[in-house]
């Protein structure tokens, strides 16, 4: 007898434990919303792509700003014609010599700046990019989150509908209710079957979202039950005080810092240019007065630029520059503009449905859930009608889904207000 409770009780321990691993295990593997952010983050393309840009940038920034290479230059000066020699004429000679280029003012330091100033815009792309690729994200698992939620409370409801036809049933046999009860009851249970098939779709439309960022293996996952504890966002003052570091306004900056520097180059070519040679030139055989050798020579030139004519090329080139950095400028108050306005509407969005969030946990959703519960008693007791019941449980229904997606639309807002204040994390 001893021996037999003991194996019963190590069977049941085993049984335990073996529950208790699942469920485990079933909740290592939901894909919480913070872990499908660092997925996406982690094997997104865009950011490598703008990450290699700006490093390509940075390296070309130091090739601007160096000379130009020097050039070698051979030939022969003064070969007469009539004997192609060498040795007979005294100006004869075989010259060597280097050439080089240097360009106007400041012209190497401002284009390797403006280069850099690209590389600089590259890289905060990739902060701006980062902050919507976390946004995006976080939208389309929240909105998982509520299908998915939504799917059991419509297959919480066909429980409760087969109960109430098992009820409706027992009316009917008892001869205290209709057959048109049991018809209705039937009706609903089917409406709910359509509803959890339209429900299904949206979820694998979502999957399908998901997996663009993180792999369909990881968009299969379950999802965490529970959401994302995020902090009240700050005073709509304050947010908008902070607005001018936002990633998209900083890629604005250093578009305008580029601009400017085309405007500084286009300045510099009002000045010349210099090129430097010299020349190295061996002549052969003697003097023709004297005998001696003919010694070697050496010579140096330098060319100047005369930019005199700038009417047509510098004056048009710097008011093409000046006209671009007007309308980079304008670009940034066009972003700002916007920035303000989404972050007006997100702020008070939050603060409305968080007011309604409140209502409906605290007042909304417990009182249905009383009524539903009341109405079914009743109904079981012969006291109310089947029309009564199916009111109740239908009310009961919507304003789950209705409190759930207050509660899904206010995270929303709040991580449209982590992106509109650059916050990724």
Not at 77 to 91: A, E, G, H, L
Not at 238 to 264: C, F, K, R, T, Y
Request: aromatic share 6%; proline share 3%; charged share 25%.
């Amino acid at each position: 007898m001893l021996g037999r409770k003991v194996a019963k009780f190590t069977f049941i321990l085993s049984v335990l434990c073996i529950t208790i691993f699942h469920a485990s295990f079933a909740a290592s593997t939901a894909l919480s919303i913070s872990e499908a952010e660092k997925i996406a983050i982690a094997i997104a393309p865009e950011l490598e792509r703008l990450d290699a840009t700006s490093e390509a940038l940075s390296q070309q920034a130091i090739a601007d700003g160096q000379l130009p290479d020097p050039k070698l230059m051979a030939g022969a000066i003064n070969v007469p014609v009539n004997s192609f020699s060498f040795t007979k004429d005294d100006m004869t000679m075989i010259e060597i010599g280097l050439q080089q280029t240097f360009p106007p003012g400041e012209t190497l330091a401002i284009k390797s700046k403006q280069t850099q100033e690209k590389a600089n815009a590259e890289k905060r792309k990739g902060l701006d990019q980062k902050a919507q690729l976390t946004r995006m994200v976080r939208e389309i698992w929240l909105n998982l989150y509520y299908w998915t939620q939504a799917a059991r409370v419509v297959s919480e409801n066909q429980g409760l509908y087969r109960q109430l036809s098992k009820a409706a049933e027992s009316q009917y046999s008892a001869g205290k209710g209709s057959q048109s009860d049991l018809l209705q009851v039937q009706v609903e249970l089917s409406r709910l079957d359509d509803q959890a098939i339209q429900i299904q779709q949206q979820i694998d439309a979502l999957r399908a979202q998901l997996s663009r960022y993180i792999g369909k293996d990881q968009a299969d996952r379950p999802l965490s039950k529970s959401l994302p504890d995020w902090s009240k966002p700050p005073s709509l003052d304050a947010m908008e005080a902070s607005l001018n570091q936002h990633p998209l306004l900083l890629v604005d900056d250093a578009n305008i810092a580029v601009a400017q520097n085309e405007v500084n180059l286009a300045g510099e070519q009002y000045k010349p240019s210099v090129m430097v040679d010299v020349g190295y030139g061996i002549r052969q055989g003697h003097m023709s007065c004297g005998g001696g050798r003919r010694s070697d020579m050496v010579g140096a030139r330098l060319t100047v630029d005369l930019p005199l004519f700038t009417t047509n090329r510098q004056d048009r080139t710097l008011d093409a520059s000046t006209h671009n950095l007007t309308a980079a400028k304008l670009d940034q108050q066009v972003h700002y503009r916007d920035l303000v306005k989404d972050l007006t509407t997100q702020h008070r969005l939050w603060h409305n449905l968080a007011q309604r969030e409140s209502l409906y946990e605290g007042k909304l959703i417990p009182e249905v859930r009383q009524n539903s519960k009341a109405a079914m008693m009743a109904y079981q007791s012969a006291t109310a009608d089947l029309l009564s019941v199916l009111r109740a449980f239908s009310s009961d229904k919507t304003i789950q889904l209705e409190g759930l997606q207050i509660k899904i639309e206010k995270l929303k807002a709040r991580a449209a207000l982590y992106y509109l204040g650059g916050v990724t994390e």
